[in-house]
């Protein structure tokens, strides 16, 4: 899996000459994927974001099963 980590490694090396680029100091999402353009994956980006909704979903019913655990509590 050396092959995976010289992909990350390329792509994290994009995204932060992105954000440099910017005049930013702080890398995020938006300059990952815009790296993930520049460099022929596109493709990737879609996958990304379908499955950082799927995430955040995942978080909210977390965050309500908490919620209602910690109600239960009072």
């Given at each position: 899996?050396?092959?995976?980590?010289?992909?990350?490694?390329?792509?994290?090396?994009l995204a932060n000459e992105i954000c440099k680029s910017k005049g930013k100091s702080k890398l995020t999402l938006d300059d990952l994927k815009e790296a993930l353009n520049k460099a022929g994956f596109s493709d990737f980006i879609e996958k990304i974001d379908s499955d950082l909704e799927e995430y955040e979903k995942n978080e909210m019913v977390n965050i309500e099963n908490i919620n209602d655990k910690n109600n239960d509590l009072n």
């Open positions: 899996s050396r092959i995976g980590g010289v992909f990350v490694l390329y792509i994290s090396h």
